[in-house]
């Protein structure tokens, strides 16, 4: 199985950090979601607690497993560290120790009156850092002309009064 | 089924429907070829605490063990565990424990991987008065609670029972000494409610469960009375009040019968679906002051001669259009979404009255499913079972092949959708038999 670097691993174990999950409808429509509780298991893979049962992540997410679709998460850390994993739902908890661990969680966090659908496993297959620096460099390489030229990596030296000019 | 024609295997149906949820078209073909678990997936079972031996419990000197229930990878429940005493279609499936998971095999071949569900703690507790609550609470999958009304069917005593049926023949779970309730088991009830509502994250829905009963109470021999099936209604009132002590829900501004507003207060909606005969609307005020949120009816064959020939006693008692008018009622009283019926698919195929063709029988079942929805009621479907102990079992009746039920699936949610109804509360997570629920998954 695909294994995840460390860095995105401690990364994703990071209460703090962000944690989106993109999945699409039947026409192909995107949906993001932002997901509280995250962890990654033993095996390798992805498991996160889903709230509702009627949530369009959720209907996504049943669509994607039952015709091989894929689904994507993207994890931001507090520093602007980014990354997306692009995976495949592999199994879907709402029973079973799993489910109670994050159930449970969901208690501590949101009261005796929270809801919990189910959690869903994600096997990854690809990932991507999507940090700003680290995207910087690489599109700088792979498509030079995109790079705008007043940029101070490109340019040798800055016009003192360039300003000035225009405001006259 | 009469005709002699070639039925499609899993994977020709498959291809033919690309659209329709693989894992559903083998879920159905679980409950038709049924599933039997290898020394091994038993040993997977215990070690994953989803077995328990019933036996003791039920007084058997024989192991009686009760699985924790199957599922595939997406929750969907796989069907057709414990098919010993049941008639199938070709060969069974088998589940085995291969490199530490368990899978779903055809003959050698891996088809798909799966997973045991545990059996929740209440199956080990016993009442304060010593009575085991497995026996209390008869379901025995995740989510649901059922609870057993009265443990007999009238039409079974009249020979007169639904012909899929082995209600009578199966149960023993929940079979009590006193067939109705007393004040010790409504106690039972209480306490095992409360005591499995410790376990957290494991309940969403309460079935109450019966046999038939068409007798009035004060008509003793004479069951058309004022109003029939008040046996049966006094039962599940005297479970209900004892459920209004688990809840939280307030007591509401009750509404005279003529609709004006009165200045006594009833029970507020508990969480609780009655799966009930069909009750006169004197007898569903009464369920919906006690606090029933839901009513399920069910009409079973939705052919008029078929349900004649197929279910006897509900044609005696008191006939299509008295059931058809019962459920029609319960929308007026329950609200919409609140009322729902079920087709035993497959029955309408059974030889020599059913239908010959198997697009007669889902226009049949289709016109019936439509004529519910344009009334505000939702139909499920489930499976025909040929068990030991009724009388299609007897008679050797054939399952009808497993495209029949890709096509009524569809069919069935088509018109989910055109009238925009749901039925969440028999929905895929309660017991799995309702395959229109699973494709109900697809709806936000
Ligand atoms: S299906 Fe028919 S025979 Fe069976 S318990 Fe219900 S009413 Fe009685």
Redesign the interface.
Known sequence: MFKLPKEVVDLINDPESIKIVATAD?KGNPHCAVKDFFTLLEDGNLAFAEEF????TN?NL??A???AKNVELTVRGKDGTTYQIKGK?????????L??KF??AA?EKWGPDSE?A?VWVITPEEVKNETYEVRKKEEDKKHPFFRHLDRSSVRRTKIQNSKSEISN | MNEVIHELSFEEVAKKYPDFPRTVIRKIDTSLRGVILTEKALEGAKEEGAFYDVSHDLGRETHKPVLGEVFFRDGTYLLGLNCEESRLKGKPYFLDLIDGKLWLLDGENLLEEVYFAPVPAFFRKKTSRGTPMIKVISSKVPNRISINIFTYCQFFREKLPCKYCSYMANGSFSRRKDEIHTPESLEDIYETVNEILEEEGKWTNINLISGSDPRGMHQSGAYRGNSPYENEVNEYIKVLKTLQRCFATQRIPAVNRNGSPSHQTVQGSLPVNAIASAFPREQQLRLKEAGLAVYISNIEVWDKKLFEWICPGKAKYFGRQYWIDSILSAVEIFGRGNVSTQLVAGAELAEPYGFKEMDEALASNLEGVEFFARNGVYTTFCILWVDRGSVFYREKQKLPPLEYYVKLAQGINKIRKKYNLNASYSGYRGDGFHLDMDLARLAP
């Open positions: 039947e049962e009627g949530s369009q209907v049943v669509r497993i039952w015709f739902p592999y199994k879907y908890f709402y029973t079973g120790p489910f109670e159930y449970l208690r919990l189910g």
